[in-house]
Nanobody, 124 residues
Framework: QVQLVESGGGLVQPGGSLRLSCAAS????????MGWFRQAPGKEREFVAG????????YYADSVKGRFTISRDKVKNTLYLQIYSLKPEDTAVYHC?????????????????WGQGTQVTVSS
């Protein structure tokens, strides 16, 4: 059974940085696509960044390009999201997701497993 557990969220001032982690377990993730999504209050869950587990191919939403970096550690089975220059509009619950038949990174319906999320709040 796949389990995804996020950590690293918190309250940060505008302009600050955070690194989110997602510990993945339960099966081999070779061949999978891993993604970070976020959901702000009253809004739809939206794609942030994705990475192919084996080849490390990345893809980002336009709104975060240049500020967010997704990576993975295949030995530790952990997914990361490094966030720089945080803005108040980045405030959301951040979820990691895993999919084994993902054809389109930003399509949340193609991801099979989800974590519970970690809250990121950007405020002065």
């Amino acid at each position: 059974q796949v389990q995804l557990v996020e950590s690293g969220g918190g309250l940060v001032q505008p302009g600050g940085s955070l690194r989110l982690s997602c510990a993945a377990s339960g099966r081999t993730f070779s061949g999978s696509t891993m993604g970070w999504f976020r959901q702000a209050p009253g809004k739809e869950r939206e794609f942030v960044a994705g990475i192919t587990w084996t080849g490390g191919i990345t893809y980002y939403a336009d709104s975060v390009k240049g500020r967010f970096t997704i990576s993975r550690d295949k030995v530790k089975n952990t997914l990361y999201l490094q966030i720089y220059s945080l803005k108040p509009e980045d405030t959301a619950v951040y979820h990691c997701a895993a999919g084994f038949r993902v054809r389109v990174f930003l399509n949340k319906h193609e991801y099979d497993n989800w974590g519970q999320g970690t809250q990121v709040t950007v405020s002065s």
